[in-house]
């Protein structure tokens, strides 16, 4: 159906063509051009039209243009340009082409016509004119209302005189370029213009003016503004930027100051983030907090250095009443935009008197206070102002602003729910570790810990474990993953090795206990997990080193399961690694580990650590070993210096990547003179005897308050082991300043065991004896068969009642 239009139809000559050549439509301009009345050519081909030629190939695309010679009514022949349209079926009508021409009109238009010159002064576009002085020779209205002037105040000027500003100069070098080079030039730039309060995006468009012999005379400036189109993009670009910036790390603060400083000054020329304090709700934020509200500042930032300065200082709390932007915005859960033009800001100017002198001070004119919210709960609330842009808020800066406080509000609170996850978790873990460590005659020993500066609380730990016969037994482990099932598997680990340590086991043995528990744990994880789901076996997995240091024999046994090895610095000698099989990492289970027997001087210093001291990005762990022999080799004789000097070497600036356990220990030998021995034959005659000697000996060692209940416990334990061992039997005292040992030895491997005696029992109370006279007892396995040991404390004999 053909539209009705609201002037002459017959100017245009119009036909169209059914896809089998048949004329199905035919205008008055149609038969103004060939004379042919519609009646005799409808339902006719339109090949019949064409004056003795053959009809055009088919076109190939849509649209088809070129001139034919067509048949007049009269009989001549016509040459006719044609314009055809392809048009696709619809509405249940088949394709057809519109075949078009325009009518000339005999009449050409007079000089005054008044379309004839709205090309350039009617034209809504701004267009200006200059000649080749560059000097301003003609601009329309709409160029008059962007300068501001009329054409008759500025014409001969040139574009700096008219403008007299930064981007004046660049437009003109621009139409310079185009008149030396004749090709067109798009100039963008973005200032304000005439009478402007608002700053416009402008594309200049500078083609130039060339003659009938194509010379160029000048130039012709259009400018279109692209206001609407360069603010989106800003928008997008901010928030693209947002989403880069915000959220570098997982710390509540940092990610606070990136929400101030991607915003300042793209959108507010200042920023201020208030958060709340969750342990004021419970531990949890709120979903919907009332006033007066207690807000911590986290950041702010200013266009300005330093200015306008905050009232409230950073890390700082304050209580904000009803009537603040803040707490107004918070309670009612939305943006809150306000302004001093519309007296919206006169209640925020009153309820502080520091912030309304800031207001007054600076000229703050506009402020939108938005809600930072994130998955149901209310985090705090960001404040934008404006002082040094005249424009207010508008509702396009104001779906900005939520758009970054969103992203922002979920980068925070990930922060907060890490930072809650780590406290935990560090609390734990310092709850596990060992608060001091013990001081023994073995050794001096000085730890430190340090958790992960970004991966979260790790499963590190070291430990000091006093054995007996004055020795002690060193463990550094790392437990594979961090965070609190780190920690609590650290826990579990720390426990099973000093209740393995207390029976005395061997380190390659501990290690095998160690290694089973570990395995029983991973299968214990994975029970209940589906296919894919964390808590697979082979989850929970660990390293370890365990050492015992004798300071009688002044041997060391070491042996570790995929730890880093010792790091020994003997007298006088340079920072070595002990040569220690490394065994397989813990929770593998089934593999063999192997112990190393060395022997350590006096004051030989033993540095055991894990791997997160000596791994870095930055740096091959070798280089980090030489760094740490360099560390150690400085050691004069403070081991916490020594600690702090070894961390400051190895660990830059922000932390390690990783947890870091790092124990030094001193060796210290016990003296002869301080160790008594005994070869006892298997006579229960000789028991007698051999308390004289015992007692003779602790009178020689200033020991005599001891020797009544030694001579006791001595006796106790040298006739168990002529009644129930095997000899050889070997009698030992041990004493240092606190602390007297008794150790009874033979080749038998039974161990004894605690028992009640009835009443009628003749004999069983001699280890019940024992265990009520010592500090503590018991018994441990040797190559050669077990000894029995009693320890009694030398600065609690007189309270013993003996």
């Known amino acids: 159906m053909s539209r009705v239009y609201p002037f002459d139809d017959a100017a245009t000559a119009r036909a169209v063509i059914d896809d089998d050549g048949t004329l199905v439509e035919w205008n008055e301009g149609a038969r103004r051009l060939l004379g042919h009345p519609a009646e005799s050519v409808l339902g006719r081909p339109a090949a019949q039209l064409l004056a003795g030629q053959d009809a055009p190939a088919p076109p190939v695309g849509p649209r088809w243009e070129g001139t034919l010679g067509l048949r007049h009514r009269d009989g001549r022949t016509v040459p006719v340009w044609l314009l055809a349209h392809r048009r696709p079926a619809r509405d249940g009508h088949?394709?057809?082409?519109?075949?078009?021409?325009?009518?000339?009109?005999?009449?050409?238009?007079?000089?005054?016509?008044?379309?004839?010159?709205?090309?350039?002064?009617?034209?809504?576009?701004?267009?200006?004119?200059?000649?080749?002085?560059?000097?301003?020779?003609?601009?329309?209205?709409?160029?008059?209302?962007?300068?501001?002037?009329?054409?008759?105040?500025?014409?001969?000027?040139?574009?700096?005189?008219?403008?007299?500003?930064?981007?004046?100069?660049?437009?003109?070098?621009?139409?310079?370029?185009?008149?030396?080079?004749?090709?067109?030039?798009?100039?963008?730039?973005?200032?304000?213009?005439?009478?402007?309060?608002?700053?416009?995006?402008?594309?200049?468009?500078?083609?130039?003016?060339?003659?009938?012999?194509?010379?160029?005379?000048?130039?012709?400036?259009?400018?279109?503004?692209?206001?609407?189109?360069?603010?989106?993009?800003?928008?997008?670009?901010?928030?693209?930027?947002?989403?880069?910036r915000i959220g570098s790390t997982l710390d509540v603060t940092r990610t606070a100051q990136e929400l101030a400083d991607v915003c300042v000054p793209a959108l507010a020329d200042f920023v201020t983030v208030d958060l709340l304090d969750p342990q004021d709700y419970g531990g949890e934020p709120p979903a919907r907090p009332s006033a007066p509200l207690t807000l911590r500042r986290a950041a702010h930032h200013s266009v300005l250095d330093g200015v306008p300065e905050a009232v409230t200082q950073a890390g700082s709390t304050e209580e904000y009443p009803a009537g603040s932007p803040q707490a107004d915005s918070l309670t009612a859960g939305h943006t809150i935009i306000a302004s001093v033009a519309a007296g919206e800001m006169r209640s925020?100017?009153?309820?502080?008197?520091?912030?309304?002198?800031?207001?007054?001070?600076?000229?703050?004119?506009?402020?939108?206070?938005?809600?930072?919210?994130?998955?149901?709960?209310?985090?705090?609330?960001?404040?934008?102002?404006?002082?040094?842009?005249?424009?207010?808020?508008?509702?396009?800066?104001?779906l900005l602003a939520e758009e970054i406080t969103t992203r922002a509000a979920v980068c925070i609170d990930n922060a907060r729910r890490y930072s809650r996850e780590r406290e935990t978790a560090l609390a734990l873990q310092r709850s596990l570790l060992p608060r001091t460590l013990p001081r023994t005659a073995?050794?001096?020993?000085?730890?430190?810990?340090?958790?992960?500066?970004?991966?979260?609380?790790?499963?590190?730990?070291?430990?000091?474990?006093?054995?007996?016969?004055?020795?002690?037994?060193?463990?550094?482990?790392?437990?594979?993953?961090?965070?609190?099932?780190?920690?609590?598997?650290?826990?579990?680990?720390?426990?099973?090795?000093?209740?393995?340590?207390?029976?005395?086991?061997?380190?390659?043995?501990?290690?095998?206990?160690?290694?089973?528990?570990?395995?029983?744990?991973?299968?214990?994880?994975?029970?209940?997990?589906?296919?894919?789901?964390?808590?697979?076996?082979?989850?929970?997995?660990?390293?370890?080193?365990?050492?015992?240091y004798d300071p009688v024999s002044r041997r060391c046994t070491v042996a570790r399961a995929g730890h880093p090895a010792p790091v020994v610095l003997r007298p006088g000698g340079a920072p070595q690694a002990l040569e220690v099989p490394a065994g397989p990492p813990l929770g593998l289970g089934g593999l063999p580990f192997e112990a190393t027997e060395v022997e350590l001087p006096e004051g030989t210093v033993l540095a055991l650590y894990t791997d997160g001291l000596v791994w870095s990005r930055e740096r091959d762990p070798e280089a980090s070993r030489e760094m740490l022999y360099e560390a150690l080799g400085t050691y004069a004789?403070?081991?916490?210096?020594?600690?702090?000097?070894?961390?400051?070497?190895?660990?830059?600036?922000?932390?390690?990547?990783?947890?870091?356990?790092?124990?030094?220990?001193?060796?210290?030998?016990?003296?002869?003179?301080?160790?008594?021995t005994w070869d006892i034959p298997a006579d229960p005659a000789l028991v007698a005897p051999i308390r004289k000697q015992v007692v003779e000996q602790l009178d020689a060692w200033g020991l005599s308050e001891a020797a009544f209940t030694a001579e006791l416990v001595v006796s106790e334990l040298v006739t168990n082991a002529i009644r129930y061992g095997s000899p050889p039997i070997r009698l030992?005292?041990?004493?240092?300043?606190?602390?007297?040992?008794?150790?009874?030895?033979?080749?038998?491997?039974?161990?004894?065991?605690?028992?009640?005696?009835?009443?009628?029992?003749?004999?069983?109370?001699?280890?019940?004896?024992?265990?009520?006279?010592?500090?503590?007892?018991?018994?441990?396995?040797?190559?050669?068969?077990?000894?029995?040991?009693a320890e009694l404390p030398l600065f609690e004999q007189d309270q013993q009642g003996f």
Request: glycine share 10%; proline share 5%; charged share 20%.
């Open 94 to 244: 088949g394709g057809n082409w519109l075949v078009v021409t325009p009518l000339a009109d005999p009449i050409p238009p007079a000089e005054d016509d008044p379309l004839a010159a709205a090309g350039l002064i009617q034209s809504p576009c701004a267009v200006a004119v200059y000649d080749a002085d560059l000097r301003l020779r003609r601009m329309n209205d709409a160029m008059a209302d962007v300068v501001g002037l009329p054409e008759e105040h500025v014409r001969g000027l040139r574009l700096t005189e008219i403008g007299g500003k930064p981007q004046s100069e660049d437009l003109e070098q621009g139409m310079l370029q185009v008149l030396t080079t004749g090709s067109p030039l798009d100039v963008h730039t973005y200032m304000r213009t005439g009478g402007e309060d608002r700053a416009h995006a402008w594309l200049a468009r500078i083609a130039p003016v060339r003659d009938a012999q194509g010379r160029v005379r000048g130039v012709c400036l259009a400018k279109h503004d692209v206001t609407e189109n360069y603010r989106a993009r800003q928008r997008l670009q901010l928030v693209n930027e947002a989403s880069v």
């Open 348 to 398: 925020w100017l009153t309820w502080s008197t520091a912030r309304g002198e800031q207001v007054r001070r600076f000229g703050i004119h506009s402020s939108m206070s938005v809600p930072i919210q994130a998955r149901g709960l209310t985090l705090g609330v960001a404040v934008f102002a404006r002082h040094r842009r005249a424009d207010p808020f508008t509702a396009d800066d104001r």
């Open 442 to 548: 073995a050794l001096e020993a000085s730890s430190r810990y340090l958790p992960a500066a970004r991966a979260g609380v790790g499963g590190d730990w070291f430990d000091v474990i006093p054995l007996s016969g004055m020795r002690v037994a060193m463990v550094v482990g790392d437990v594979v993953g961090h965070g609190v099932e780190a920690s609590a598997t650290m826990g579990r680990l720390r426990t099973a090795v000093r209740t393995l340590a207390d029976i005395d086991l061997a380190p390659d043995e501990l290690l095998t206990h160690l290694d089973d528990l570990v395995v029983r744990l991973s299968d214990e994880s994975g029970a209940g997990a589906g296919p894919g789901e964390a808590g697979s076996p082979g989850e929970a997995g660990a390293t370890c080193v365990y050492a015992v």
């Open 732 to 789: 030992r005292l041990i004493h240092d300043a606190t602390t007297l040992i008794c150790e009874v030895s033979n080749t038998s491997h039974t161990a004894p065991h605690l028992r009640r005696a009835k009443f009628f029992d003749e004999g069983g109370r001699g280890l019940l004896l024992v265990a009520q006279l010592t500090q503590r007892w018991g018994s441990r396995h040797t190559p050669e068969g077990k000894t029995i040991w």
């Open 637 to 676: 004789d403070s081991l916490d210096g020594a600690c702090d000097r070894v961390l400051h070497t190895l660990l830059p600036p922000g932390g390690s990547a990783d947890d870091v356990a790092l124990l030094l220990a001193r060796t210290q030998g016990l003296p002869a003179t301080q160790v008594a």
